[in-house]
């Protein structure tokens, strides 16, 4: 069974940078894709980034485009999320989410949270003013 760990979160003031890790375990560990979302308090869940696992293929929310970078080490089965130019809106609790069946390939598909079945536990990341 794949279980994802989410590492990095913490407190940062407002322009500063964190950068979070996903570290996936299981048997043997074989994703199509992997994205990162993101849920406020009093929110819904919304898409960050996602990266697919054999390709170069990354996706952004509008919102994080140009600031946040993600990025996959396949033989750490680990994936990263730099974030640079954090802001206040940035705070919410961001979660890892593995794709392991891969039915779509398009842009959309990797922005939907329903296409991923494994989701780590999250963690929070608080950006001062």
């Known amino acids: 069974q794949v279980q994802l760990v989410e590492s990095g979160g913490g407190l940062v003031q407002a322009g500063g940078s964190l950068r979070l890790s996903c570290a996936a375990s299981?048997?043997?560990?074989?994703?199509?894709?992997m994205g990162w979302f993101r849920q406020a308090p009093g929110k819904e869940r919304e898409f960050v980034a996602a990266?697919?696992?054999?390709?170069?293929?990354?996706y952004y929310a509008d919102s994080v485009k140009g600031r946040f970078t993600i990025s996959r080490d396949n033989a750490k089965n680990t994936v990263y999320l730099q974030m640079n130019s954090l802001k206040p809106d940035d705070t919410a609790v961001y979660s890892c989410?593995?794709?392991?069946?891969?039915?779509?390939?398009?842009?959309?598909?990797?922005?939907?949270?329903?296409?991923?079945?494994?989701w780590g536990q999250g963690t929070q990341v608080t950006v001062s003013s």
């Open positions: 989410a593995a794709d392991l069946q891969g039915y779509a390939s398009t842009s959309l598909y990797f922005k939907t949270s329903r296409s991923y079945e494994v």
């Open positions: 299981g048997r043997t560990f074989s994703a199509y894709a």
């Open positions: 990266i697919r696992w054999r390709v170069s293929s990354t």
